[in-house]
C-alpha cells in the first residue's frame, strides 16, 4: 500500500483494476473531474507508475492514492476494507472493474476455469462491495458502477432454462444467499461436465457476469439509498480481449463515467450499454 494523502476531498472514488485498460481511463477521467481517486490494485508498483501518468496527463489538482487489493483472495479483500475504513472517510463511488477471463489458447481445461472465474469476477467483488457499503452509505452521493459485460445477458442461456428464470428474479426476489447458491452450482456443474445438461451457459466468463448483473439488481433491492447500476464497456482493445477490441480503453471507460456521475434520484439496478439502459 502505498503512503496515503491526508488531502480532503468533495468526492472520493475507489476504482479496482485502475493500473491498465479500461479501470486506468476510469480513474484518469474521474482525476481530471476533481474527484480524489483511490486505485486498487494487485500490484502497487505498476499502480504507482499509472497515478504518475495521470499525474502527468491530468491539469486538475486532485489526489491519487494506490492500495493494494487482490480481488481474487479474501484476505486481501479483508484488510483492503480494513485500511479504507481506517481512513475514516466515507466513499462516495465505488467502480468494481477488475475481472479476468481465460483465453481461448489458455491450456487451463474448461471445468478447471469456473471457480477462479467466479472467485474474481463474482465472489470477490461481492465481498468487497458488502465490505465498502457502510462507508457508501455514509456518504451524499452513494454511487457503485460494476462493470459487466453483455456476455452476461439472459440470452446466453439456453431456452426455457429454469436457471436463466433464477437469474431473472434478481430483479424481484433472489436474494444474495441464492445467488451465491447458483453460482457455487454453476462451478460445481463446470467441474463435473454438467453445466449443459442442467440449463447452465457453456461459459464460465460470460455466466460469472450474469450472476453480477443479478448481484446489481439484488442490492439495489436491498439498499434503495445507493445508486448501483451494472454496464457493458463494449468489446475494447484492452489485455482482457488481447487487444482485438474495436473500442479503445479510453471509449470503454464513457458508460461506467456516466454512471459514476449519477446524483440522486438517478437510476439504479438498470444495465447499460453505450450510454443507454438495455434490458436484461
Same mark, same amino acid.
Given at each position: 500500500?502505498?503512503?496515503?494523502?491526508?488531502?480532503?476531498?468533495?468526492?472520493?472514488?475507489?476504482?479496482?483494476?485502475?493500473?491498465?485498460?479500461?479501470?486506468?481511463?476510469?480513474?484518469?477521467?474521474?482525476?481530471?473531474?476533481?474527484?480524489?481517486?483511490? $486505485?486498487?490494485?494487485?500490484?502497487?508498483?505498476?499502480?504507482?507508475?499509472?497515478?504518475?501518468?495521470?499525474?502527468?496527463?491530468?491539469?486538475?489538482?486532485?489526489?491519487?492514492?494506490?492500495?493494494?487489493?487482490?480481488?481474487?483472495?479474501?484476505?486481501? @479483500?479483508?484488510?483492503?476494507?480494513?485500511?479504507?475504513?481506517?481512513?475514516?472517510?466515507?466513499?462516495?463511488?465505488?467502480?468494481?472493474?477488475?475481472?479476468?477471463?481465460?483465453?481461448?489458447?489458455?491450456?487451463?481445461?474448461?471445468?478447471?476455469?469456473?471457480?477462479?472465474?467466479?472467485?474474481?469476477?463474482?465472489?470477490?467483488?461481492?465481498?468487497?462491495?458488502?465490505?465498502?457499503?457502510?462507508?457508501?452509505?455514509?456518504?451524499?452521493?452513494?454511487?457503485?458502477?460494476?462493470?459487466?459485460?453483455?456476455?452476461?445477458?439472459?440470452?446466453?442461456?439456453?431456452?426455457?432454462?429454469?436457471?436463466?428464470?433464477?437469474?431473472?428474479?434478481?430483479?424481484?426476489?433472489?436474494?444474495?444467499?441464492?445467488?451465491?447458491?447458483?453460482?457455487?452450482?454453476?462451478?460445481?456443474?463446470?467441474?463435473?461436465?454438467?453445466?449443459?445438461?442442467?440449463?447452465?451457459?457453456?461459459?464460465?466468463?460470460?455466466?460469472?457476469?450474469?450472476?453480477?448483473?443479478?448481484?446489481?439488481?439484488?442490492?439495489?433491492?436491498?439498499?434503495?439509498? @445507493?445508486?448501483?447500476?451494472?454496464?457493458?464497456?463494449?468489446?475494447?482493445?484492452?489485455?482482457?480481449?488481447?487487444?482485438?477490441?474495436?473500442?479503445?480503453?479510453?471509449?470503454?471507460?464513457?458508460?461506467?463515467? $456516466?454512471?459514476?456521475?449519477?446524483?440522486?434520484?438517478?437510476?439504479?439496478?438498470?444495465?447499460?450499454?453505450?450510454?443507454?439502459?438495455?434490458?436484461?
Amino acid at each position: 500500500m502505498s503512503a496515503l494523502s491526508s488531502h480532503s476531498s468533495a468526492i472520493r472514488a475507489i476504482v479496482t483494476g485502475a493500473n491498465k485498460g479500461i479501470g486506468f481511463e476510469i480513474a484518469k477521467k474521474l482525476c481530471r473531474q476533481g474527484v480524489h481517486v483511490i $486505485m486498487a490494485c494487485r500490484d502497487t508498483s505498476l499502480g504507482a507508475q499509472a497515478a504518475e501518468d495521470i499525474k502527468r496527463s491530468s491539469t486538475s489538482s486532485s489526489v491519487i492514492d494506490v492500495m493494494e487489493l487482490d480481488i481474487s483472495k479474501p484476505e486481501s @479483500i479483508t484488510k483492503f476494507v480494513a485500511d479504507v475504513i481506517s481512513l475514516g472517510n466515507p466513499i462516495d463511488i465505488l467502480v468494481n472493474n477488475a475481472a479476468i477471463a481465460f483465453k481461448q489458447d489458455d491450456p487451463t481445461p474448461f471445468k478447471d476455469q469456473a471457480e477462479p472465474t467466479f472467485k474474481t469476477n463474482f465472489f470477490g467483488t461481492l465481498q468487497l462491495t458488502q465490505g465498502l457499503i457502510p462507508l457508501i452509505k455514509a456518504s451524499s452521493r452513494k454511487v457503485i458502477v460494476n462493470v459487466a459485460s453483455m456476455a452476461g445477458h439472459l440470452r446466453i442461456f439456453p431456452a426455457g432454462s429454469s436457471k436463466r428464470s433464477l437469474m431473472a428474479s434478481a430483479a424481484s426476489d433472489l436474494t444474495l444467499d441464492g445467488l451465491c447458491t447458483l453460482s457455487s452450482q454453476f462451478i460445481e456443474a463446470v467441474k463435473n461436465g454438467l453445466h449443459s445438461s442442467e440449463g447452465w451457459p457453456n461459459t464460465c466468463y460470460g455466466t460469472s457476469k450474469c450472476a453480477l448483473i443479478a448481484m446489481t439488481k439484488i442490492i439495489s433491492r436491498m439498499e434503495p439509498s @445507493i445508486l448501483i447500476n451494472s454496464c457493458c464497456p463494449g468489446y475494447c482493445s484492452t489485455d482482457m480481449s488481447s487487444h482485438r477490441g474495436t473500442k479503445t480503453a479510453s471509449e470503454g471507460s464513457e458508460t461506467p463515467i $456516466m454512471l459514476a456521475n449519477l446524483s440522486s434520484g438517478g437510476p439504479a439496478g438498470k444495465f447499460f450499454s453505450d450510454g443507454i439502459e438495455v434490458e436484461w
